[in-house]
């Protein structure tokens, strides 16, 4: 089956009487299927990133619950330090409740350890990756919600490069949500200055993918805490985006930073290493 | 005796404080650091004792304190502590010589346990060091002629035997051992074997953990 679009329309002649109607007929089956393929890609990432967001969430949390987890344990057990030796009535009370809240603590701990294995079980889904054409379908995925923003984009794409270790879907989640941040910062400049430039080259033994924005750029106390679980400076944000990247490309062996894009806006690199020892996280 | 030093090294400050709070109740003197810079500009590399350090830190993390450690030959024993110890991390900390690696939270017999097991570790390896650095001091002493007769003596060739292969008198050959002897401190062969074994000791091997106490 094929899809065709069909358009029509008078031709008038110098005393502006209708003289002819001209139509055409254009086969569009291409472009229908184009859509479709990308509105399955657009689901499976939903889908994906629904299943592993619980996984990833816990990972990128937990090292920021087990700090203060790990401080009051610490704070408790210092207190029945402090009360050895005594053997009053008080002292055995208090005693008997800091244990309590030790144990409290790492059972806390737990929770948090079992939640974040939760993620590590999920299926492995490695394989030999195409960088660019991980980037390319980010692009095709992120295009809709680009237009939506009124924000172009330039890509600059290095042929050639060598294949990485990875997870294709985890990747291209990383992708998407910097295009859409990037897009993010530009909506308060004017719609002719939105343009986000997206380009992966190869450095010495890794690949290094950089977004660079024209917005206002990050302000310090925002870059300190910017990958940090539940930190946004958006109202309708969860502020788990950028933590989850941090956490996804760490497991990829790589790392992720931004920095100020002269003359204006913020670069966010991410370096991928090409030979990577694929430990089962 | 040298004191003991402990370091905590944790950019997280609130952690850094409950640690301090729970080894001080415990009865020990701590140095907080929330840098590893900070702590490697006051570590020497005589010091006993132990560091207990988070894994993941800005800057430096605790793998590459733990590098910078063995560069300066501290052997001041290492206790890694980490939120999630990744399977590849687990593996360099342990093979660099940790003595163990803790998961954040912890039970607090398990870090004073290791505090304790690491204070004893510390002064056993500095006290090996000395006995094999004393040993090799010794052997430097002796010339190449009375080395070699040693060597042969070792080996179990008496005197006799010794004379024909080096082409000396056997009393020659003996005056030169008891001189071996002197030198090394030692009254027989086998104490000077014994001797030689010390001071062929590598010292890295000497960073081999030894068997956690029962817990």
């Known amino acids: 089956m094929r899809s065709v679009v069909g358009n029509s329309g008078p031709l008038l002649n110098g005393s502006k009487v209708i003289d002819r109607v001209v139509g055409s007929m254009r086969d569009v089956t291409q472009r229908v299927t184009d859509q479709e393929q990308i509105a399955v890609q657009q689901a499976e990432l939903l889908h994906v990133s629904r299943l592993s967001t619980l996984g990833m969430t816990s990972a990128a949390i937990s090292h920021e619950l087990n700090q203060p987890l790990t401080a009051a344990a610490n704070f408790a057990s210092a207190c029945e330090g402090l009360l050895e030796g005594r053997t009053d009535e008080f002292a055995n009370r208090l005693r008997g409740y800091v244990k309590e809240m030790s144990k409290q603590c790492l059972r806390a701990g737990q929770i948090v350890r079992r939640l974040s294995e939760f993620s590590r079980k999920s299926p492995n889904r490695w394989s030999t990756v195409d960088l660019n054409l991980v980037l390319l379908d980010s692009v095709a995925l992120i295009e809709v919600e680009l237009r939506a923003k009124k924000t172009r984009l330039r890509h600059e794409f290095s042929t050639n490069l060598p294949p990485i270790q990875g997870d294709r879907v985890q990747l291209q989640q990383v992708f998407v949500n910097l295009l859409s941040n990037a897009a993010d910062a530009m909506q308060g400049i004017p719609e002719d200055d939105r343009w986000v430039t997206i380009s992966c080259s190869r450095e010495s033994d890794c690949l290094l993918v950089q977004i660079d924005d024209q917005g206002p750029g990050i302000s310090p106390e925002a870059a300190e805490r910017i990958f940090q679980p539940f930190v946004t400076t958006k109202s309708n944000h969860s502020g788990i985006g950028l933590s989850i990247c941090q956490t996804i490309i760490e497991s990829h062996g790589g790392e992720i930073t931004f920095a100020p894009s002269p003359p204006r806006g913020t670069r966010f690199a991410v370096k991928l290493p090409l030979s990577h020892r694929v430990v089962r996280r | ?215």
């Open chain 2, 1 to 215: 005796m040298t004191t003991q030093r402990i370091f905590v090294v944790d950019d997280d400050l609130e952690v850094l404080a409950s640690v301090d709070a729970l080894l001080t109740a415990n009865g020990y003197r701590i140095e907080p650091f929330a840098s590893p810079c900070q702590m490697l500009a006051q570590v020497k590399p005589t010091d006993i004792g132990c560091v207990i350090t988070d894994l993941k830190m800005p800057e430096m993390d605790g793998l590459e304190l733990q590098q910078a450690l063995l560069k300066i030959e501290s052997c001041l024993a290492l206790i890694m502590v980490t939120g999630y110890a990744e399977v590849t991390h687990a593996v360099t900390v342990m093979e660099q010589g940790a003595l163990t690696l803790i998961e954040k939270p912890y039970e607090s017999r398990r870090l004073l346990e290791a505090v304790e097991r690491g204070l004893e570790f510390s002064r056993f390896q500095i006290a090996a060091r000395g006995e094999t650095l004393h040993a090799r001091q010794r052997f430097d002493k002796l010339t190449p002629e009375e080395r070699a007769i040693l060597d042969q003596a070792i080996h179990g060739l008496p005197s006799k035997a010794i004379g024909l292969t080096l082409k000396l008198s056997q009393r020659t050959v003996e005056r030169r051992r008891m001189q071996a002897f002197k030198k090394l401190q030692v009254e027989s062969v086998a104490e000077a074997a014994m001797l030689l074994a010390l001071a062929q000791t590598k010292l890295e091997l000497l960073r081999i953990r030894p068997p956690p106490f029962n817990v």
